[in-house]
């Protein structure tokens, strides 16, 4: 192996100097600089990539780092890691995201392979994309995310699934929390709502990102929604809600299942969370339609068969634990067009403890209307 260093070797220190400080470079020039780089030894490549981490950030920087990249001298992640500065790599990262998806495919491979910084990565990575959800969640219109489209073509499915797809969802339910379940259900419609009207990025995420791996998303969402002290409500049930509306049969069925699974753990455990969450997904998950009144029948479809008939699965024991969990969590219902559902739909055999229930809901019902009215009146 040569690990002598040639004369020549300045000379390329120099050109790619230049080409850094260049914004565009002609095709012969960037052949110029590339017939250099690949005449380097071992030695002089080290050296080379080491002289690059040390050039100040410049307007030709990321496409000499693709071509330093496409050539294994130094890859996206040996430079990121090379920075100290937060801010210059927030500035960085900002430009991988915007226009270097070779460069951004690059990390994400490297944050689950790479061992020695898989760490730091996810941590930039995550970094990255709060700043730019948080941004988005301002102002939906400032980016277009074509990062998202690239990253599906090159990531292979265990870094697009175990990274890329699990950080995204990671990062966009931190975007906001509520310390009571109960703002869930107050403010379920308008969440909903504002994920249709608004959040327009949500959609470009579950559509593209999540398009191909849907069941796996949700899987990860329902595994960390289940947490007792879970918190990040609104864009668990908006992308639940995203991912639901353009779903395929299969996952549509994989939901289904889910739901019919989640009440049997409501039944066996008695576990008022688990019946409050599972409420919330399954309003979420038939939230289908831009039609309002075609999501509450959805909704009342599912209560009639999962609820209402859920003495057909269930034990007495458990039939009963579930509808004393369901009247204990009544004062949680606060949106007049949901508890009208639970209120007019039959729950089979009957009996005093379903009449019980559906008073009590028909009771609630019109406390909330009547508070309703008056609101309307004032």
């Given at each position: ?52 981490c040390r050039l100040p950030l410049n307007v030709g920087s990321f496409r000499v ?264 969590s009544i004062h949680y219902e606060l949106e007049i067009d949901y508890l009208e ?34 609101k309307d009146g004032k």
């Open positions: 192996m040569n690990l002598n260093i040639d004369s020549n070797f300045s000379f390329t220190c120099r050109l790619l100097q230049k080409q850094c400080d260049t914004q565009q470079v002609g095709i012969q020039a960037a052949w110029d600089l590339v017939d250099l780089l690949k005449c380097l030894n071992a030695k002089e490549k080290l050296l080379l990539a080491k002289y690059f780092l693709r071509q330093l990249q496409d050539l294994r001298i130094l890859t996206a992640t040996e430079y990121i890691c090379s920075i100290e500065n937060e801010e210059q790599l927030q500035l960085i990262l900002i430009e991988f995201l915007e226009n270097q998806n070779a460069l951004l495919s690059n990390l994400f491979i490297s944050a689950l392979y790479d061992s020695l910084n898989t760490v730091r990565l996810n941590i930039i990575l995550e970094n990255a994309l709060r700043h730019l959800f948080s941004a988005l969640a301002e102002n939906p219109k400032i980016s277009n995310l074509n990062y998202v489209d690239s990253l599906c073509k090159s990531l292979p499915d265990d870094v697009l699934i175990n990274v890329c797809l699990q950080m995204h969802l990671n990062i966009l339910l931190e975007l906001h929390e509520v310390n009571d379940v109960s703002l869930a259900f107050k403010s379920f419609s308008a969440w909903i709502n504002e994920g249709v009207d608004e959040f327009i990025f949500i959609k470009h995420i579950t559509g593209k990102l999540l398009g191909g791996h849907q069941q796996e998303a949700l899987s990860h969402l329902f595994k960390l929604s289940t947490a007792l002290n879970f918190k990040q409500w609104k864009f668990y049930l908006i992308l639940v809600q995203s991912i639901a509306s353009s779903c395929s049969a299969e996952t549509s069925t994989f939901i289904k299942k889910y739901l019919k699974n989640r009440l049997q753990h409501v039944a066996s455990l008695g576990c008022q969370f688990s019946l409050l969450h599972l409420l919330l997904t399954a309003r979420a998950a038939a939230a289908t339609t831009m039609n309002i009144q075609k999501n509450l029948d959805n909704y009342a479809q599912w209560y009639k068969q999962n609820i209402g008939k859920m003495s057909s699965v269930l034990s007495l024991d458990h039939f009963q634990s579930v509808l004393n969990i369901l009247a204990d559902i639970h209120a007019a739909i039959a729950i089979s055999p009957g009996g005093k403890l379903v009449q019980s229930y559906k008073a009590n809901c028909k009771a609630h019902l019109s406390c909330l209307k009547a508070a309703s009215k008056q």
